[in-house]
Every structure is written in C-alpha cells, then in structure tokens.
C-alpha cells in the first residue's frame, strides 16, 4: 500500500532530486512558494521545508534502497528503524497552505491601482493607511521605507567608480565591468559613525531586517 513519506536531499540539491524522481516516475510532492526578494538574482521560488520533499510509494514495491540511493537524495526521514508514514491530510494541509500562500503572493499588487487605500501589515509602518503609488523594484523599496523611517541612507555608488568623471581619463565605457554596474545602484550606504548608539544601531537594523522580508 503506498504512504507519504518524506525525503531529504543532499545539500543545495532539492531541484536536482526533484527531477530524478519526476524522471523515475516517483509520485511525489515537491512543496514550493513564490518569494519577493531585494536582490534581484535571489531565487524567486524556494522550497517550503528546505532539503525535503514527499514521496507516495509502497516501500515494498519501490524498495528503500531505490530512493535512498538517488542521485541527490540524502535519506529518508524516519523514527528509529522504522520509516515514518505521513497521514494524507496532512499532505492536503500542506498542498493548501502552499497554494494560498502562493496566490497571496502573486496577487498581492496585481490589481492595485494608484490612489489605492491600503493597510500596511509589516515593516516600521504597520498598522498605518497609505495611498498606493507605484510599484517599486526591491532595493528601492528598501531605500524608502529606511528613508521613510528617518534613518539617512542612500546608494552607494550611484555612478560605477569606473564611469565617474574622475576615472574618465582611463577610458572605461559603459559595458567594461558588467559586474560592477548591476551592482552599483543595489548597494546601500547606512550610518555609521563613531558615536552612533547601541540603540541607534538596534534601530537601524531592526528596520533594515523589517524591509527585507
């Protein structure tokens, strides 16, 4: 009789395991929600129960050892000797948890308009109305809510050190460190100073950490 049961994989090798059982033909549920991030090139998917997923077998058919020794699989999950069954509704629970999260998350803004009314629920002004503007890239939203809570901060370097008037003698164009230009406009400078606090710095990083979730 097939059970759930869930199974670990190697470090950093979830998708990897995911596609090994898909191509085995495992029935198996890989539990995965959508995320806004700050840094643009982070994962917008990541994994609900990080380094684990499920599988629907009969261990008697597909043997232990089958998934045990996956190519990217680590063990799976049990107590004792005895590998432990995970009742249906549970999955179901899971599925619908994921799935609502999922659809919260996609439809946070999708029919926001300008001049909106809205609530804010998290961040250093939760609990105030607000009039919705415009949507924000993540660093920028950062920028403002930081702003916003008078902490002065701003970019870093607003102009790539090697495009600056400075540097023009060296004849550096647009385009000669890619690397340095996607990043010039995401890095954020905060205060810092010698006599800052330590309460002034548990403020700052409280809503630094706030606007980064």
Not at 148 to 153: E, P, T, V, Y
Not at 187 to 210: C, D, H, M, N, Y
Request: net charge neutral; with cysteine; charged share 20%.
């Amino acid at each position: 009789m097939k059970h759930w049961y869930a199974l670990q994989s190697k470090p950093q090798q979830e998708n990897f395991l995911w596609g090994q059982l898909c191509m085995h033909n495992i029935d198996a549920y890989f539990p995965r929600i959508r995320v806004q991030t700050v840094n643009p090139r982070s994962k917008k998917i990541k994994s609900y129960f990080p380094g684990y997923m499920f599988v629907n077998v009969d261990l008697d058919q597909v043997g232990v050892s089958t998934l045990q020794w996956m190519p990217g699989a680590a063990r799976m999950l049990s107590f004792g000797n005895e590998f432990a069954p995970i009742p249906d509704h549970l999955i179901q629970a899971i599925r619908e948890r994921v799935d609502t999260i999922n659809a919260s998350n996609s439809d946070l803004v999708a029919n926001l308009r300008r001049g909106d009314i809205i609530v804010l629920r998290s961040g250093a002004f939760a609990g105030y109305e607000a009039i919705f503007d415009a949507r924000l890239p993540g660093q920028d939203r950062v920028l403002k809510e930081l702003q916003a809570a008078g902490i002065g901060a701003g970019i870093h370097y607003p102009v790539p050190i090697h495009l600056a008037p400075a540097f023009a003698g060296l004849g550096h164009a647009e385009g000669s460190f890619p690397v340095a230009e996607r990043h010039a406009d995401q890095l954020l400078s905060l205060p810092i100073f010698a006599e800052i606090t330590p309460e002034q710095q548990q403020r700052v990083v409280g809503t630094l950490k706030a606007a980064l979730r």
